[in-house]
């Protein structure tokens, strides 16, 4: 991918990038942040597994412990064929931020494989999931660090990781992950989570901004599981989804896409999603992000806006729903259009949200009604919402650096209370 300025895809560094920002607007002391900048631990695991031909594979995999200051590890695992060490330890960093912005007691942590998902076969996605665990062992636990889905894992994969750490510990331990099954201690409305909260971020927006939700053109890249989630939500509540992509190619209709048929043909028939008949114009994944709209929600990966095409970008809200889709060097770009933009760390928090009403869920071993789940989630989320933007407007930052600036300053306060047991 052709971009302006040279390190500008490498995710950790813009992760760092903002971090180094919020520190210095919040005169964060030197000690603070020096202890907050570097991940706590990090692993690299070679693990190796049988594949279906009888041959030995053997594939890289990480964890990345970020912080633990606020409480265990908390944060995904993503199994793609371009994970890197830098990549993990950035999207384990966010986890940090993210957890404090909506002020749920988890640090940060996240995890991955190198591996294609799409090239396994189901026997070997077990294998290779059951081996990354089993070298995880003493990382793991429901005190420590808790996984969940990231791209490419799914609800049968976090159940596989239970059993494993189950099987080890000589216990059943629903706790050690979130995103499971429903039979496996799962929560209502974790499926819907982070899409829902795309969703209430948007009502707050548009109410904000004193738009209305009849008519305003919603534009997702990514059909996944944020991706359509929100699609099927935003199209309920009477949004008007003008456009829609995932990694083959993209459409767009400016009449509106008709989501629940577009959700069954992609997740039911198991169909490319550009092949929807009817469907609309077709156009490329990334074409699809600087089609005009009212809110542009890029749900797909990282890197997607940068400092070559930001200008292209036309929305009166950006509201990401991947981790790191705007790269620190297009931010100032998008801030000069005037894009009123929902952080990823904001924005995307709603899936973590419900990952920890899960946990406690399995931990009392007492189980909620969807409505009430759903319930938590919109107070924490239009509560969230509701700080940031009073602290980005009051101290005249942007609404990422106040995102920042509230879950540095939330963990930084909790790191004092500990003291430095050094
Ligand atoms: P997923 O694997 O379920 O779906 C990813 C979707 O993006 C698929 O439709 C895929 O085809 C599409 N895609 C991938 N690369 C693309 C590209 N270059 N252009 C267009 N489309 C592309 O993953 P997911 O769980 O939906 O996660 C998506 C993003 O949201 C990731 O950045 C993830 O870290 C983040 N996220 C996920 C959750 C969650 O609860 N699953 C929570 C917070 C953040």
Request: with cysteine; glycine share 10%.
């Amino acid at each position: 991918m052709a971009v302006a300025v040279e390190g500008e895809l490498n995710v950790y560094k813009s992760a760092e990038a903002r971090f180094e920002i919020a520190a210095a607007r919040l005169g964060l002391e030197q000690g603070l942040y020096r202890y907050m900048k570097y991940p706590e631990r990090e692993i690299t695991v070679y693990i190796p597994v049988s594949l279906d031909t009888g041959q030995i594979a053997v594939f890289t995999g990480y964890r990345v412990l970020h912080s633990t200051v606020r409480g265990p590890g908390k944060g995904g695992i993503r199994f793609a064929p371009d994970v890197s060490l830098d990549e993990v330890r950035a999207l384990a960093a966010w986890m940090t931020w993210k957890c404090a912005v909506v002020n749920i007691p988890f640090g940060g942590a996240k995890g991955g494989v190198i591996c294609d998902p799409a090239k396994l076969s189901k026997a070997e996605l077990e294998r290779v999931t059951r081996r990354y665990t089993a070298s995880l062992l003493d990382w793991l636990g429901p005190e420590r660090d808790i996984p969940a889905p990231d791209i490419g894992t799914n609800d049968q994969i976090m159940a596989w990781v239970m059993d494993t750490y189950s099987m080890h510990v000589r216990q059943a331990t629903t706790a050690v992950v979130t995103g499971k099954p429903l039979d496996l201690g799962g929560s209502q409305g974790r499926k819907q989570a982070t899409g829902r909260g795309l969703m209430i971020c948007c009502n707050k927006a548009i109410a904000k901004l004193g738009m209305r939700r009849e008519g305003c053109r919603v534009i997702i890249q990514g059909f996944g599981n944020v991706g359509s989630e929100a699609a099927l939500l935003m199209h309920e509540a009477g949004y008007q989804v003008v456009a829609a992509a995932d990694v083959r190619g993209g459409l767009y209709n400016e009449r509106g896409l008709d989501i629940p048929r577009l959700y069954e043909w992609v997740h039911a028939e198991r169909r490319p999603l550009a092949e929807f008949p009817g469907g609309g114009e077709t156009l490329s994944s990334k074409e699809v992000l600087f089609r005009p709209c009212d809110i542009l929600v890029p749900a797909a990966t990282e890197n997607q806006i940068t400092t070559e095409n930001a200008h292209r970008v036309d929305c009166r809200i950006l509201c990401e729903g991947a981790n790191g889709p705007t790269t620190s060097h297009a931010d100032p770009i998008i801030e000069g259009k005037g894009i009123f933009v929902i952080p990823d760390i904001l924005g995307n928090a709603g899936g973590v949200t419900v990952s920890y009403l899960e946990w406690v869920q399995d931990r009392q071993g007492f189980f909620w009604r969807e409505r009430e789940v759903n319930e938590h989630l919109e107070e924490v989320m239009e509560h969230s919402f509701d700080e940031v933007v009073r602290y980005a407007e009051t101290h005249r930052v942007n609404n990422r650096i106040a995102a920042y600036i509230v879950a540095i300053d939330r963990v930084a306060r909790a790191l004092k209370l500990r003291g430095f047991y050094a």
